[in-house]
């Protein structure tokens, strides 16, 4: 017999933190169908520097997952408390680089 377990988020907070401070914006309030573009706008209104973007990650370990900016946070954190590393990286403009 299989049993179908929708599991519903809790998340009504999180902590943001950055590499060169730990953490950085405590508890901020979470609404349902929030993104990570969402928050990432209202602590950094003014928006990265030139050619650089915001990277969302579960922790600053190499090979650590990352989230895309509109994925709704309520859809990958289930707790009621979650922890998003911050970090920057260059945009790539050149792919001459990347593909011969």
Known sequence: MQSNVI???????????????????ENIYIIKGMTFSDLINFVFSAGPPKDKRFIFKLSFEAGGKQFLPEQIMHDIFYE?????????????????????
């Open 7 to 25: 599991t519903q988020s809790m998340l009504h907070s999180v902590t943001l933190h950055l590499r060169k401070q730990l953490p950085f914006k």
């Open 80 to 100: 009621e408390y979650a922890n998003i590393w911050v970090d920057m990286e260059k945009i790539i403009s050149d792919y001459n680089d990347l593909f011969d």
